[in-house]
Nanobody
Framework: QVQLVDTGGGLVQPGGSLNLSCAVS??????????MDWYRQAPGKQRELVASISSGGGTNYADSVKGRFTISRDNAKSTVYLQMNSLKPQDTAVYYC?????????WGQGTEVTVSS
């Protein structure tokens, strides 16, 4: 089994920053060998991929967050982060950590981000 615990969401004003964390545990995953992702789902919209980081540290971002968000990982802590800067109201969503070791999907419980003045 694999457990993902997402934390760090909250209410922030436009232009502000938040840093999300996802702690990974369980016997069904070798964290250092696994790609990790952040998704988000805004009200009334489909879940979308925000950022990914490979086991080797390579990263990919959705066009809407490039230059503002940074995904990183700490293999010693089995944790992945999403640093979000210059937040906009359209970034408001529930953010979910995701991984797919051995072709099985695992999700965090989600952490809510609200960007509003």
């Amino acid at each position: 089994q694999v457990q993902l615990v997402d934390t760090g969401g909250g209410l922030v004003q436009p232009g502000g920053s938040l840093n999300l964390s996802c702690a990974v545990s369980g016997s069904g995953i070798i964290f250092t060998l696994t790609t990790m992702d952040w998704y988000r789902q805004a009200p009334g919209k489909q879940r979308e991929l925000v950022a990914s980081i490979s086991s080797g540290g390579g990263t990919n971002y959705a066009d809407s967050v490039k230059g503002r968000f940074t995904i990183s990982r700490d293999n010693a802590k089995s944790t992945v982060y999403l640093q979000m800067n210059s937040l906009k109201p359209q970034d408001t969503a529930v953010y979910y950590c995701h991984t797919r070791p051995s072709f099985r999907d695992y999700w965090g419980q989600g952490t809510e981000v609200t960007v509003s003045s």
